[in-house]
């Protein structure tokens, strides 16, 4: 910063009035006045509130020396501002250095002061500090970004459950439909197959809207959980038994390997016990008859207080590049709601559930299929 | 032989009875189960197993008070009880000891482990 030096000589001729004077000293802007040279030889009280300086410690100072080498302002801001403003006004927003040395925005406007002879005599600046402005600006715009994400999301989100919504209800449309159209001429045979097929459907349709509902209230923040200490092997073994009859059907082995007697966490009985159904089921769902779905239980680390289950299939495994996506909603492996009970929400719910808790869910593939792992904080 | 033995499990928790009836069975030992401590005295007496597993922490009367009475009766005295705690405390595992415990095996533990370190307390044991 340049040392002050004494104002100018002809001081006298810009003295103006005093009614005038206590005007400019009661204004809460910052008024500056500066010689040709772009010296301050005024400014006003407010000075002190924006910029922290007593208005005569800044005499003599260059203009330059409350906005130069500030990253974010243009360069050689100063002489640019003087062109501008001969012969009209600078209207702009700049940064403004505080004699702290903090660095903060202004609106500045420049005028050019002309005395009778329309000689210039200086310049004018009048500037407000605009820090809180700028901050509801920034504001303003990330929620106005995130309210366009969420509109993007919204019509994705539409697209994509008119989708899911389609399949079962087309299968209701179709078999309905040849229901009424051959009335008495179907036999027992075919019209109990074909509202087998209506009912399936419907049901579909049923779970999917009850687990949308269920994502919604936990993501609000709505759903409510009853915490108590839950035993994850006791939780694992009973949906283990819950799973048995899809498991048999479909020839496929769950092996609960070497659990420990007891791993204590505190949460939800039911909703760790979903979180295993969930993961369970589409293991299952994915698997080749004769494999085996294995669930392996324990803690990351022993005594860190994180348990850690991983759930294994000898299925495909998932799509290279898909480990993150499919826990969003309406992603799965293969696209299609029809050959299971899932419809690309379970997942979505698993890792809600799991979050609210603090632990965490990932998916990759092992050496025989797909490998899911859950994190939970535990007791033990 | 061992294949006889029978197995007196005293827990309040089902997933546990579960757990272990399922390993004991697939060694062709049977296990009797309680969930309460006067159940499981009552199991005991009537039942006089081969080894009995308790929990520290049961419903109605605490694992201790349970271990004593069995100590107490003389004709259970014998009966080898191991415990099953959850709390990995020296002192805890010291006052069951003392009271006459063969073991204090903590839940943490998986539950092959478990077995095996059961079968070893039974009497005429092939592993013993």
Known sequence: MSSPTSPPGKTSKYLPPAWFRRAIESARETVVFTDTGRRIIYANPALRVSHGYAPEEVIGFSSTDLFGDIPGNPDDLGPKIAEEAVGGVWRGEVYNRRKDGS?????LTVSTVYDADLDILGYIGISTDITEEKRREAELNLTLKQLRKASDFKGEFISTLSHEIRTPLTSIRAFSNILLTMGDRADEATRREF????????????????????????????????????????????????????ALEKNV???????????????????????????????????????????????????????????????????????????????????????????????????????????????????????????????? | MRKNAVILAIDDEESILTLLGIHFRGLGLALETAGTGEEGLRKAKALKPDLILLDVALPDITGLDALQALKEDPELKRIP??????????????????????DYILKTVRIRQVIEDVLSYLPAGENQ
């Open chain 1, 103 to 107: 660095v903060f925005p202004v609106r």
């Open chain 1, 253 to 380: 082995a769950i092996d609960l390997c070497n659990p420990p007697l007891e791993v204590r966490v505190v949460a939800d009985r039911d909703r760790i016990r979903e979180v295993f159904l969930n993961l369970l089921s589409n293991a299952i769902k994915y698997s080749p008859p004769g494999s085996t779905v294995s669930i392996e239980l324990g803690w990351k680390e022993k005594g860190k207080g994180a348990a850690e289950v991983r759930i294994r299939d000898q299925g495909p495994g998932i799509p290279d590049g898909m480990e993150e996506t499919i826990f969003e909603r309406f992603q799965q492996g293969d696209r299609s709601g029809e050959n299971g009970h899932g419809v690309g929400l379970g997942l979505a719910i698993c890792r809600e559930i799991l979050r609210h808790y603090g632990g965490g869910i990932r998916a990759g593939n092992g050496p025989e299929g797909a490998v899911f792992t859950f994190t939970l904080p535990s007791l033990t």
């Open chain 2, 81 to 102: 009880v191991i415990i099953l705690s959850g709390y990995p405390l020296e002192e805890a595992s010291n006052v069951f000891l003392e009271a006459g415990a063969a």
């Open chain 1, 195 to 246: 509202i087998g097929q209506i009912h399936a459907a419907s049901e579909r349709l049923n779970g999917m809207l009850n687990r949308m509902l269920e994502l919604a209230k936990i993501e609000s923040g709505e759903m409510s959980f009853n915490d108590e200490v839950v035993n994850l092997t006791g939780a694992a073994l009973e949906a283990v038994a819950d799973m048995q009859g899809l």
